[in-house]
T-cell receptor, first 111, second 112 residues
Framework: GEDVEQSLFLSVREGDSSVINCTYT??????LYWYKQEPGAGLQLLTY?????DMKQDQRLTVLLNKKDKHLSLRIADTQTGDSAIYFC???????????FGTGTRLKVLA | DTAVSQTPKYLVTQMGNDKSIKCEQN?????MYWYKQDSKKFLKIMFS???????INETVPNRFSPKSPDKAHLNLHINSLELGDSAVYFC???????????FGPGTRLLVL
C-alpha cells in the first residue's frame, strides 16, 4: 500500500512543544522526510531520516521513527508563530523515484 | 539563482482552453517531477522524468502531456481545461543517489 496518514490539524501555544505524527504503510521505505509549506509557498525540506535510524535531532527539531509500527513523528521545541504552516511527511523506497506524501498537518501556533 | 523555477506563477483561464506550465532547474539534477496540490492541500505525484525519459505516469487524464526537452526542463501542457484542473501545480527535481528533492514555488491555476 502507499498510504501515508497524518492528522489534519494541530494547535499549540507559543513556547510549547508541537508533535506532528505520521503513519505509513510501505515497509520498504528507506527514507522518510518532513517538509514545511508556508501559505502561498512551495514545500521546503526540513529534515529526513534513514529507516535504520530511530531518532534524529536538528536544533529545535527531533524526528522519531518507530519502524515496527511504521510511525514517524516530528517534535518542534519552543514552537514559534513562524512555525505556523502545513507539515508533510513523505516516504521513498531505495532504488525508486517515487515520493509518497502524507495528507499534511496544519499547525497553528497561538500567541 | 533560484534552484527550481516555474512560470507562470498564476494562471487564470477559461474552461476548454489549452495552457502550458514551464519548469526549469539549475541544480544539475537528472530527475524532475510534476505534482498536483488540490484545494484540501493533498499532494499527488503526476509525472516524473529521468534524463528526459518518462518513468512515472500516475493515473492522469490524457489531456495532461508532459514534455522534457532536456534534463533541466520539464513542461506540462494541459488540453481542454476543466474546472477540476484548478489546483496548484508543483515542479520538483532530484538526483539519483541523493536523498532529497527540491520543489519549485508552484503555479496556481484557476479554471473559470
Amino acid at each position: 500500500g502507499e498510504d501515508v496518514e497524518q492528522s489534519l490539524f494541530l494547535s499549540v501555544r507559543e513556547g510549547d512543544s508541537s508533535v506532528i505524527n505520521c503513519t505509513y504503510t510501505d515497509s520498504s521505505s528507506t527514507y522518510l522526510y518532513w517538509y514545511k509549506q508556508e501559505p502561498g509557498a512551495g514545500l521546503q525540506l526540513l529534515t529526513y531520516i534513514f529507516s535504520n535510524m530511530d531518532m534524529k535531532q536538528d536544533q529545535r527539531l527531533t524526528v522519531l521513527l518507530n519502524k515496527k509500527d511504521k510511525h514517524l513523528s516530528l517534535r518542534i521545541a519552543d514552537t514559534q508563530t513562524g512555525d505556523s504552516a502545513i507539515y508533510f511527511c513523505a516516504e521513498k523506497a531505495s532504488g525508486t523515484y517515487k515520493y509518497i506524501f502524507g495528507t499534511g498537518t496544519r499547525l497553528k501556533v497561538l500567541a | 539563482d533560484t534552484a527550481v523555477s516555474q512560470t507562470p506563477k498564476y494562471l487564470v483561464t477559461q474552461m476548454g482552453n489549452d495552457k502550458s506550465i514551464k519548469c526549469e532547474q539549475n541544480l544539475g539534477h537528472d530527475t524532475m517531477y510534476w505534482y498536483k496540490q488540490d484545494s484540501k492541500k493533498f499532494l499527488k505525484i503526476m509525472f516524473s522524468y529521468n534524463n528526459k525519459e518518462l518513468i512515472i505516469n500516475e493515473t492522469v487524464p490524457n489531456r495532461f502531456s508532459p514534455k522534457s526537452p532536456d534534463k533541466a526542463h520539464l513542461n506540462l501542457h494541459i488540453n481542454s481545461l476543466e474546472l477540476g484542473d484548478s489546483a496548484v501545480y508543483f515542479c520538483a527535481s532530484s538526483q539519483v543517489g541523493e536523498v532529497t528533492q527540491y520543489f519549485g514555488p508552484g503555479t496556481r491555476l484557476l479554471v473559470l
